[in-house]
């Protein structure tokens, strides 16, 4: 009943014109903003108490944190082609997204390392081995842990853009709904294939790839390349997809993310687009980088003063987001410019003498 109200809504709202597409979705910042304080309050209400039932916490349970990851995948899908639409070649990719993740998340990983050993909190603490693996990214594929447990989603990310080069050098993301339909048929041999090497599965994300599909579906409708009506089989096959294999919270979790996306093309969100959000959302990846174990230290520390866990809890979003700001500003955004204008002036030098003229 859901699925087929959805789908009658989704035609109806077909048939009036989207919105003239705009340079930039501020809302997408907006959305950003909301997700990064909202898993922030769920790992600090709830995840923290599950890891440390002793200590005393806030009387309240912020849930549904791994439903705002979800909200951050279906973006990704989305923002993913303001790059591959004017990209050149896989080392420009490459590059791009290496200047955007790694000098901030070095910097939040030596910070988070730095905390937890000052706290003494040995239970956050990994193997030395682990933490070297770490300054690649790339330990969740080799299954070691992360030096902050918020880093998974950042297998997930990698995953997902080596998977959209791939389509890049091969079929190209114009033909992205044929590709779509072969990646969730992939997810089905997966539920049909329990043994399938978990490898492949982390590549190809798997478990997540219908979130990034449904940002990707309202890209295309966005910039003027399909329609909804067009697009209509494919939330068809992205929604059949969770119905037969994920669970129920789950397809509601989907609902919810196309019906979002759907008033937003429309501007129907323009008033989440208020400076505090907007701000969040412009420092949501160094804040989320930094957020989670700092603010477990903070907590337990302040629980070891005496002090009560209100201001514990209120000490650690006041910390992580002056963190998240700090490193915003002095590393994220500065280090990707550099780092792209060096690139730039390697790998086009006329151009960068050009723009230093």
Partial sequence: ???????????????TPVVKKRPRLAELDALRGIG??????????????????????????????????LLFFAISGFAI???????????????????RLLPAYWVAMLLTLGVEYLGHATTLQIPPMAIIANFSMLEGFLF?????????????????????????AGPGQRRIEQVLIFWLAVKW????????????????????????????LFYRIWSGQRTVRAQLPYFAAILATVAMLEKPDLLLAAVILIAIFSVMLRSYLRFLCVRPLLWLGGISY????????????IMMKTAELGIDPWTGF????????????????????????????????????????????
């Fill in 81 to 99: 082609f303001f790059t591959l639409d004017k990209l050149k070649s896989a080392p420009d990719f490459i590059m791009n997204r290496a200047s």
């Fill in 1 to 15: 009943m859901m699925f087929l109200l959805l789908t009658f809504w989704l035609y109806s709202v077909g048939m």
């Fill in 286 to 297: 160094s804040l989320y980088l930094v957020h989670q174990h700092i603010g477990f230290v």
């Fill in 314 to 357: 209120a000490a650690a979003i006041l910390t992580a987001i002056m963190l998240g700001a700090t490193l915003n500003h002095l590393v994220e955004r500065p280090a990707q410019r550099a780092l792209e204008r060096w690139w730039k002036g390697r790998t086009h030098p006329r151009r960068a003498e050009t723009v230093g003229a």
């Fill in 189 to 216: 041999l997966m539920a049909a294939w329990p043994d399938m090497p978990e490898r492949i599965a982390m590549l190809l994300v798997l478990r997540y790839v219908p979130f990034f599909a449904i940002g990707m």
């Fill in 144 to 168: 070691l842990p992360a030096v902050d447990g918020a880093y998974w989603t950042l297998t997930v990310e990698i995953g997902f853009y080596a998977t959209m080069l791939a389509i890049w």
């Fill in 36 to 69: 990064a304080f909202t898993v922030m309050l769920f790992h600090y209400s709830t995840r923290f108490h599950e890891m440390f039932p002793t200590v005393s916490h806030v009387p309240f349970s912020f849930m549904g944190g791994d439903y705002r990851v």
